[in-house]
């Protein structure tokens, strides 16, 4: 069983930054690519950034120079800082966790008001 757990969502006016973390838990391995993707309304769910055990990513374009991701293998735990966050990166933000199959977070939500 693997778990997730988001944190750090919220309301930001455009042009302001956020960092989202994601704690794992469970029968999980260091080794596991780790990833975030999001949802916005009537949206259906797209990645963002994911992460490989040796630190190696891959970020979708729109959020290319924006957006970094990271891991600390130590904590379990995955990061997404935000910057120049614009009004159409509003979503659910989801972690995930793939291990022959994807586990989910339950999501966070961000608001960027314009």
């Known amino acids: 069983q693997v778990q997730l757990m988001e944190s750090g969502g919220g309301l930001v006016q455009a042009g302001g930054s956020l960092r989202l973390s994601c704690v794992a838990s469970?029968?999980?391995?260091?080794?596991?690519?780790m990833g975030w993707y999001r949802q916005a309304p009537g949206k259906q769910r797209e990645l963002v950034a994911t992460?490989?055990?040796?630190?190696?990513?891959n970020y979708a374009d729109f959020v290319k120079g924006r957006f970094t991701i990271s891991r600390d293998n130590a904590k379990n735990t995955v990061y997404l800082q935000m910057d120049s966050l614009k009004a159409e990166d509003t979503a659910v933000y989801y972690c995930?966790?793939?291990?022959?199959?994807?586990?989910w977070g339950q999501g966070t939500q961000v608001t960027v008001s314009s």
């Open positions: 469970g029968n999980i391995f260091s080794i596991n690519p």
């Open positions: 992460i490989n055990s040796l630190g190696s990513t």
């Open positions: 995930s966790l793939n291990r022959g199959t994807t586990y």
